[in-house]
Structures are given as C-alpha cells and as structure tokens.
C-alpha cells in the first residue's frame, strides 16, 4: 500500500475541560479538510488531570502525539506536518509540548505549521493585592487548583526558583524558540468581560491597546 503524507492537527482543551469542548472546532475542521488532515482531540489531560501543571500534562500530550502518530504509520499515513490548538489552559500546555518537541528534533521531520492559543493565561492570571477580591482570587486560585494554580499565580519553583511561565517566556529557552519555528502562529484574546482570563495575559502584549491612556483618564 502506498504511503500517503497527512497533516495532523491538535487540539488540547483547558483547565477542568475535557475534548468535548474542542468538538465544534473538530467538527469544522474535518468538514473543511475531511481526509487530509489527522485531528487529536486530546482526552490524555481531561478534568482533574488539569490539576497536575502544564509540564505534567505537556509531557501527557507530548506521548499522546507519538502515539497517535505511530497509529497513523500502521495505516500507511505519514504525518509530514503539525498544527497545535490550545484553549485557556490549553494554549500554555501546547507552548510548553512544543519546546519539548523541538529539544527532542521533533521538527525536524515534522514541519510547525500552525500555532493558535485562545483565552490563554499567557502572563498568568495573578491579580494586584491592592483589594480584598483580588487577595482572594489569588489566595483560591493558588492554594485549591494545585499545581497548575500554583503555576498560573507565579508562585511555583519550577526551576533555580523561577516559575514556569517565566522560563516559557525566556527568548534564550528552549519553549520560547520553539515559537519561531511555527510557520504562523496566532493569539486570540477577549478584548472585555473576560474576568478569568483578561486581555493583559491572553494578548500577549507589552501594550494595552484596549484600556485607556493615563494621559486620556478624566
């Protein structure tokens, strides 16, 4: 049987979530490309197993792309290229998968194609401690969401006492350059009403072009 050549496409849902909230995107997605494309909806970090941290489920999502690979292979399918989708929590654990991947020579064989977080605590979700709600939300988030709490509010000694998403934002990092290799890579970010996960974390920016100027504030 000759070997065909497919893309595979990944999509890793977020905290407390499980596959069925990427199936609309599934759906859609097979609709539009149907056999050329391989899709994973990921079930490998589904619910409590969201707890565990962005490493813990990156490296769950890094063998379930493996595996799912090898399956393709028995079937005479060659996965040639790689797209990686990530909702909320989601998107950090494709970033984290993705350097991992990279160190590991994974692109080498395998072209980045796409990269698309939405919603995604990019900066964390630490809120100022300049009022009771936002001491609160820190307190809560940190303390009953275990490690991936911890992680989100910037508190975790991930290593040499830096926490994880700021060794993710390292340029000279191995998660960070994994980024460049991605032929196009988008960030979607609710501009309002997002308390969870506001625009300042989720747009990735160093400019919030959706607030106010102090210069402009009456």
Known sequence: M??????LVVLQHGLWGNSAHMKYIHNKLDEAYGDSISILNVEVNEAKYTYDGVD?????????IYSHI?????????????TLVGYSLGGLIIRYAAGILAKKGFFNHVKAQWLITFATPHMGVRRPTTSVVGRTFNF???????????QLQ???DYEDGR???DILADPDREFYKALELFKVKRVYA??????????WTAGLE???????PKSLQV
Request: some cysteine.
């Open 163 to 165: 926490p994880l998403l």
């Open 2 to 7: 000759t070997e065909t050549t497919i893309a």
């Open 56 to 64: 813990i489920c990156g490296e769950r999502l890094i063998k379930n």
């Open 154 to 156: 910037l508190s975790d």
């Open 140 to 150: 809560l988030c940190g303390n009953m969401v275990s490690r991936s709490g911890e």
């Open 190 to 199: 609710n501009v309002a009403n997002d308390r969870t996960v506001p625009y």
């Open 70 to 82: 090898e399956k393709l292979a028995e079937k005479n399918k060659k996965v040639d290229r790689i």
């Open 206 to 212: 160093t400019i919030g072009y959706y607030e106010t």
